[in-house]
């Protein structure tokens, strides 16, 4: 009896050791292309520690709205939530993140670009780790430039784009001169008109927390972006966000496309794209008038919630997902030009990726370029580019989003919608306590 006590207590310890290797993580994310390929390879992380991986792959919209509601609550759904420069250090700062300054050697963080590393961080401490980071750039079609005799300025102005656009807008054979974020989303048409906004000299607030929607720069930048759009726009515009658009364009039906530098390998790759062959590559806009690019830095990262019950094994993944060897890896299996852009500096300085991604070094200008603390010519009281770094961001963002949105599909006019944005903004700010 002793030893088959012995026995069946020696079985229970392997078995919930087992049990421990055996662990499972789930892990929310957002379905573009890069985070796609993550997926895929995950296979390898389980392999060499046994951990299994449960995804839950969402749209950008529904991703945010699931781990915030998560988060917020202290839900503990996920293991590993996929957040940007905007949510880390809001929620490291109400304690809802697990700090990563805890990751191994190989992880070896001084090598983040800094910018990148500081956008993920409070106080010097780093509460999640990027998986690529991205500005803003234009990718056009150098063929369709050549047929109209038009030649992209390395910093084009709002006032080319436009002439350039509707001069090579062929409706008849479904070629639109430009494809830009219409979709609904602080994160989505936001993000690009915010950006257009802060080009021509705009700011979301005063430095007293007034909207200044009903500024004249705001209505020049939403005046030029639905007559664009209408002129030389896909139709349904007012649906597409970074996704459809990349379609788009690969399918060969945008003459430019204006949006997150992390697209440029998929326009690129021959496998993915119909013209891989004639693609170019500049600055985001200016008006002319302000240096100022407007251009974003957004860094799609991976984050643990305080709430997780597996918060060792979520850094474990973490570290894997993010390390010098995961670039290696995809390198590997998928050539170094399709590598998550955006986050060491090593990659910038590796020649392999250098010669193999003709958007290298136009991305990292951009990346390094973007003004995160002061987006605007004017003075403002926030940091962000084309957020704004306050928790109510991202429920007046998301509305002021709709308002353009439906803009854009013709349901109210641009002062209409200035004005519904002036007034929505304005309550919530009141709500919030701003002008106490």
Known sequence: MKLRSIIIGSCSLFALAAGAQ????????????????????????????????????????????????????????????????????????????????????????????????????????????????????????????????????????????????????????????????????????????????????????????????????????????????????PPGASSNGFNENLALFQQGKCGMWMDATVAASFVSNPDESQVADSVGYALFPTNGEFDNHGNWLWVWSLAVPASSQNVDEAKQFIEWATSEAYLEMVAEEEGWANVPPGTRTSLYENPAYIEAAPFAEITLEAIQSANTTNSSVQDVPYAGGQFVAIPEFQGIGTSVGQIFSAALAGQVGVDQALDQAQQTARMEMDRAGYYR
């Open 22 to 233: 055996a662990q499972s993580l789930t892990i929310a994310t957002v379905n573009n292309g890069d985070m796609i390929r993550m997926q895929g390879l995950s296979d390898r992380f389980t392999e060499q520690t046994g951990i299994d991986l449960e995804w839950v792959t969402l749209e950008e919209n529904v991703l945010r709205q699931r781990v915030t509601t998560d988060i917020a609550t202290g839900g503990g759904q996920y293991d590993v939530m996929t957040i940007g420069a905007y949510e880390t250090p809001i929620w490291a700062a109400q304690g809802w993140l697990a700090p990563l300054d805890d990751l191994g050697d190989d992880y070896n963080a001084d090598d983040l670009i800094p910018a990148v590393r500081e956008a993920l961080s409070v106080d010097g401490t780093q509460y999640a780790s990027p998986f690529y980071a991205e500005s803003a750039m234009i990718m056009y079609r150098t063929d369709l430039f050549e047929e109209a005799g038009l030649e992209m300025p390395q910093e084009p102005t709002w006032e080319f784009i436009g002439e350039a656009a509707r001069a090579i807008t062929d409706r008849d054979n479904e070629i639109y001169g430009i494809c830009l974020r219409g979709k609904a989303g602080w994160g989505e048409n936001m993000a690009f008109i915010t950006a257009l906004a802060n080009s021509m000299g705009g700011r979301w607030f005063d430095m007293d927390w007034e909207p200044q929607f009903d500024s004249p720069e705001w209505n020049e930048a939403l005046t030029y972006y639905v007559d664009l759009m209408t002129d030389a726009g």
